[in-house]
T-cell receptor, first 114, second 116 residues
Framework: GNSVTQMEGPVTLSEEAFLTINCTYTATGYPSLFWYVQYPGEGLQLLLKATKADDKGSNKGFEATYRKETTSFHLEKGSVQVSDSAVYFCALSAYTGTASKLTFGTGTRLQVTL | GAVVSQHPSWVICKSGTSVKIECRSLDFQATTMFWYRQFPKQSLMLMATSNEGSKATYEQGVEKDKFLINHASLTLSTLTVTSAHPEDSSFYIC????WGEGSEQYFGPGTRLTVT
């Protein structure tokens, strides 16, 4: 079956530090890949996505590249801010024959300090 | 935007009672809605997929008689946890897919259920 593995948190960084959150996946076929962010007390929001190999998703300074050869979709940001503190979920979407469903990783909590 | 709301945001109920959670798409019509369960420090687990006007499709291992899902309109889906027990305590999250947008889902803020 499909699965997503992402690094365990929490990740604690100082403001302006470089961020990498690793994500690897296992899937049959050609899944779409997503990063969702969940701020405290809020629902999941789509941060970025990529639908095919070598695509780069980007938003709000975050980037992730769909690497089919390494089955990875690592999230990066060059300079984090305190406001980036949240839980980040890597996910894939694959058609199962009846519907397109999301499979999530366990989430990585990011804490950014001044 | 594409806003999804859930009500209530948290609920405490006694063991043996039933509780209903509502999921609404506020500014779009949702052809498909999803219900997830999230345990502390764990991933979201898909419980069921519902399409407006038809029966929900449950994931393997999810008891359909215990978790009743109704998708009566294009903007409302409900999850009823029947005869709740403490092990049903969890964070329940719904999401909705807008027609024509492929695989993207819009998530509600979640409902914290505590069964005493």
């Amino acid at each position: 079956g499909n699965s997503v593995t992402q690094m365990e948190g929490p990740v604690t960084l100082s403001e302006e530090a470089f961020l990498t959150i690793n994500c690897t996946y296992t899937a049959t076929g050609y899944p779409s890949l997503f990063w969702y962010v969940q701020y405290p007390g809020e629902g999941l929001q789509l941060l970025l996505k990529a639908t095919k190999a070598d695509d780069k998703g980007s938003n709000k300074g975050f980037e992730a590249t769909y690497r089919k050869e390494t089955t990875s979709f690592h999230l990066e940001k060059g300079s984090v801010q305190v406001s980036d503190s949240a839980v980040y979920f890597c996910a894939l979407s694959a058609y199962t024959g009846t519907a397109s469903k999301l499979t999530f990783g366990t989430g990585t909590r990011l804490q950014v300090t001044l | 935007g594409a806003v999804v709301s859930q009500h209530p945001s948290w609920v405490i109920c006694k063991s043996g009672t039933s509780v209903k959670i509502e999921c609404r798409s506020l500014d779009f019509q949702a052809t498909t809605m999803f219900w997830y369960r999230q345990f502390p420090k764990q991933s979201l687990m898909l419980m069921a997929t519902s399409n407006e006007g038809s029966k929900a499709t449950y994931e393997q291992g999810v008891e359909k008689d215990k978790f009743l899902i109704n998708h009566a309109s294009l903007t409302l889906s409900t999850l009823t946890v029947t005869s709740a027990h403490p092990e049903d305590s969890s964070f329940y999250i719904c999401s909705a897919r807008r027609w024509g947008e492929g695989s993207e889902q819009y998530f509600g803020p979640g409902t914290r259920l505590t069964v005493t």
